[in-house]
T-cell receptor, first 117, second 115 residues
Framework: AQTVTQSQPEMSVQEAETVTLSCTYD???????LFWYKQPPSRQMILVIR??????QNATENRFSVNFQKAAKSFSLKISDSQLGDAAMYFC??????????????FGQGTTLQVKP | NAGVMQNPRHLVRRRGQEARLRCSPM?????VYWYRQLPEEGLKFMVY????????ESGMPKERFSAEFPKEGPSILRIQQVVRGDSAAYFC?????????????FGNGTRLTVT
């Protein structure tokens, strides 16, 4: 079974600085997707960024980028120029892409990010 | 195009009562996933349904929990004889299909409190 581990329960960053959130996963599959979701206090689940495992190039979305190390099964999220609105809980998630898979997401435990003004 | 709608937003039940949580997927989506989030934890998969069919219920507790997604109307997650340990946020997500390019869209969740 696949597992996702986020080893940092809490992180903090100064406004305008850069922070990196860690995520590791375990799988024997070769085809899968990885995601980072943001959950603010409103509870809404917001997709931040996604990475296809078959792509070597790291995904980027404006101030958000990932460092995808497939061999190490590592998928960290870097937030540049942190803003107060980035404060939230961040979840790393895995989705199988193989034949017959259901498309369900497997989530890590989450990292609470605090942004200090 | 309205997003995934869940209601109620908050639900309070006494121990032993029934809880019914509703999820209306995005227009055109026929795949629904239910997740449970305990306090300070990540989301745990519960069940995956397509219209009128349960495809994967590997995350559902064996007793008291059931889910359906009828041909017409919303998907329903039903919890019978609730206990305090059922207190959590329950999220629904929908997709057009299970393919790789079909992202999951989440609702805002229902927070269930059992007193």
């Amino acid at each position: 079974a696949q597992t996702v581990t986020q080893s940092q329960p809490e992180m903090s960053v100064q406004e305008a600085e850069t922070v990196t959130l860690s995520c590791t996963y375990d799988t024997s599959e070769s085809d899968y997707y990885l995601f980072w979701y943001k959950q603010p206090p409103s509870r809404q689940m917001i997709l931040v960024i996604r990475q296809e495992a078959y792509k070597q190039q790291n995904a980027t979305e404006n101030r958000f980028s990932v460092n995808f190390q497939k061999a190490a099964k590592s998928f960290s999220l870097k937030i540049s120029d942190s803003q107060l609105g980035d404060a939230a809980m961040y979840f790393c998630a895995y989705r199988s892409d193989g034949e017959g898979q259901t498309g369900k997401l497997i989530f890590g435990q989450g990292t609470t990010l605090q942004v200090k003004p | 195009n309205a997003g995934v709608m869940q209601n109620p937003r908050h639900l309070v039940r006494r121990r032993g009562q029934e809880a019914r949580l509703r999820c209306s997927p995005m227009k055109g989506h026929s795949h629904v996933y239910w997740y449970r989030q305990l306090p300070e934890e990540g989301l745990k998969f519960m069940v995956y349904l397509q219209k009128e069919n349960i495809i994967d219920e590997s995350g559902m507790p064996k007793e008291r929990f059931s889910a359906e997604f009828p041909k017409e109307g919303p998907s329903i997650l039903r919890i019978q004889q609730v206990v305090r340990g059922d207190s959590a946020a329950y999220f629904c997500a929908s997709s057009q299909n299970r393919a790789r390019n079909s992202p999951l869209h989440f609702g805002n969740g229902t927070r269930l409190t059992v007193t």
